[in-house]
């Protein structure tokens, strides 16, 4: 099931896609966060939620709404992994913007957050303006979110902690990120965090690994790469965030961005006002974003 969070005639509302419709489910205030709520209930809510919806009989082209984030605020910051492909990694650690490590190819996973106030939805600005160093980079990502509280997860447990996938785009301000020897800050700048279309529920993704991610700009291919090709997979990230910190219905976890970013061409290609920004996920669908 596809999830959405979206206005339509400034009317905040939640829904489900069925061909090139949404049905929606849930209007006003309590939309905002009826897809947060729902990660923590069991299977048979959603379905409950959704069959609501049917019988209600509202439906609307999907053409016709502005999709907001499907968590537009989140429960607490974006867990994130730093330099968990390869060649990003060696990308990254040559540009010399890292300043998370001398490993150029970490040996356990680097985990830092955005905060809740980066996140906008498919189609909005993300404002340059905001990163006063003029740096703006931009990162296509697989993004977990959780559906259970869960402590000490196994790998072996790791896929039934999981409600859903989306896309996360980990726009960075390079400067801000090397400037302060750590990346909250350069990350987690106001509409740095463009996330969606939709949340994918668990059971329509068969097998994360063959997923391919591609992220152009200006129709430019820029990533291109399979998520079997992650250096921590999803089963460890989980194993490794559980083992001391208790993970949170609705927390999303962004996987880490492939080979490609701005900072590994000579010179950086940093992004400028009109740039525009899609990342596509097998599966997920294409998240779209303008520089502004």
């Known amino acids: 099931m596809k999830l959405v969070t979206f206005k ?34 069991d299977p048979s809510a959603l379905q409950d939620w959704a069959k609501q919806g049917q019988e209600k009989g509202k439906r609307i082209p999907l053409k016709n709404a502005e999709l907001l984030a499907p968590i537009p605020w989140p429960l607490r910051n974006i867990w994130c992994v730093g330099k968990n492909y390869y060649a990003h990694a060696a990308e990254f650690h040559s540009s010399g913007f890292d300043s998370s490590s001398k490993e ?43 559906g259970k509280r869960a402590f000490k997860v196994s790998k072996a447990n790791a896929f039934d902690v999981i ?36 949340l994918v529920t668990s059971d329509e993704i068969v097998d994360v690994k063959k997923m391919e991610l591609k992220t152009t700009v200006n129709g430019e291919v820029r990533q291109k790469a399979s998520v079997a090709d992650l250096i921590f997979d999803i089963p460890t990230l989980i194993e490794t965030l559980s083992a001391t910190t208790t993970l949170l219905p609705g927390d999303i976890i962004a996987t880490g961005t492939p080979v490609g970013v701005g900072i590994g061409f ?26 502004g």
Not at 17 to 41: D, H, Y
Not at 267 to 289: C, F, R
Request: aromatic share 6%.
């Open 8 to 41: 339509t005639s400034n009317n905040l509302a939640a829904g489900y896609i069925s061909g090139s419709e949404i049905i929606v489910c849930e209007e006003g205030n309590s939309a905002g966060q009826v897809l947060l709520q729902l990660c923590g209930k």
């Open 104 to 146: 150029a190819i970490p040996s356990v996973p680097i985990i830092f957050t955005k905060a809740t106030t980066s996140v906008i939805g498919h189609n909005a600005i993300v404002k340059s303006e905001n990163d006063p160093t003029n740096t703006v980079d931009y990162e296509g990502e697989l993004a977990i979110v959780i």
């Open 163 to 198: 409600f859903g996938y989306t896309i996360v785009n980990d726009v960075t301000s390079r400067d801000l990120q090397k400037r302060h020897g750590q990346w909250l800050i350069g990350k987690s700048i106001d509409t740095f965090c463009p996330m969606g279309p939709w």
């Open 266 to 291: 000579n010179p950086p290609k940093y992004l400028k006002k009109g740039d525009h920004m899609a990342v596509e996920i097998t599966g997920l669908g294409t998240l779209e974003n303008t520089i």
